[in-house]
């Protein structure tokens, strides 16, 4: 039986048993494994710590319960958490606010089983990808710089490519931040909506949040990011050698269009913009991480 089959029956097991006890000994025996091996490979086939994932799959399973209206303390107890303070700590953690406040965005669907050979096939770089967290963003304020180009012919598989080569080569990231001294530090790669829905035109900008234009040159792109209900993808950590980031961010993106949309209940808001967020986390050339940003609203049934 190969790893990744193994691996596979302890995420199964999980996936039964997310109201019962469960412990890495435990998981280590389904597995076939002494419990040091197991914890040092299941991080390196689903890119967190056991218990970490179990918490995360018992908290993906509580925000389906949370549109169907259940107490919130029902649910915490329900799968393991002992007091509702307990459950919040941990699912503002993971969601970035209350579970209170969540449920507006709950879609009650409940979570895909995870199979590790379909990531596999995504991303080629190990890891798994969790289900998306979901917020809404006031409008805000964006200056950067910028490239129009189109869907046709692979304009934009050529000159966003060539934007970040000239990005980088010029030291354009070192000048927006000394000309713009953001208060936040962070990379926005926005795709603003096609202006023309036959040629598929759309301006592609990298940039940074400011509270106002005034501070930009006139070299640079100044645009505004509606506010949205945004379902937010984290990659897995991936190295940076071998272009393993680079492949794990295409492999999220090729994941979000043709398996999770799909079977999410959702579907892209209109008008709206979608952009990946680079901060101090994708620093580090080992287990860098960003964030996907896709404006959503839910099907009609």
């Known amino acids: 039986m190969s790893y990744m089959m193994c691996f596979q029956k302890s995420i199964d097991y999980i996936e039964e048993h997310l109201k019962d006890k469960i412990t890495v000994e435990e998981l280590a025996g389904i597995s076939g494994f002494s419990t040091y091996h197991f914890y040092r490979l299941f991080y390196i086939y689903v890119g967190m710590p056991p218990m970490d994932y179990v918490r995360k799959r018992r908290l993906a399973y509580a925000v389906a319960e949370l549109f169907q209206g259940k107490r919130i303390i029902d649910i915490a107890m329900d799968y393991g958490f002992e007091t509702h303070a307990g459950f919040g700590k941990a699912f503002r953690k993971v969601y970035g606010c209350s579970p209170e406040q969540y449920r507006s965005h709950a879609s009650g669907k409940i979570p895909s089983k995870v199979n590790l050979r379909t990531y596999h096939e ?16 006031p409008s805000f304020n964006i200056i950067g710089y910028g490239l129009q180009t189109t869907l046709e012919g692979d304009y934009s598989k050529r000159g966003i490519p060539a934007l970040w080569d000239y990005f980088n080569v010029e030291g354009l990231e070192a000048n927006l931040y000394e000309q713009i001294k953001p208060k936040e530090h962070g990379e926005y790669c926005l795709c603003y909506p096609p202006t023309d829905l036959e040629s598929g035109s759309f301006t592609y900008v990298i940039g940074v949040k400011d509270d106002s234009f005034v501070k930009a040159t006139r070299d640079m792109f100044t645009g505004v990011v509606p506010e949205a209900t945004y379902a937010v993808f984290t990659t897995p950590p991936a190295n940076y050698d071998n272009h393993g980031f680079a492949q794990a961010i295409a492999g999220v993106w090729r994941y979000i269009f043709e398996e999770w949309f799909p079977n999410s209940g959702y579907e892209f808001a209109p008008d709206k913009v979608d952009f990946e967020f680079y901060d101090e986390r994708c620093h580090s050339q080992i287990g860098a991480v960003m964030n996907i940003y896709i404006p959503v609203v839910k099907c009609h049934p």
């Open 122 to 137: 995504f991303l080629n770089v190990g890891g798994i990808i969790l289900d998306p967290t979901f917020c809404t963003k």
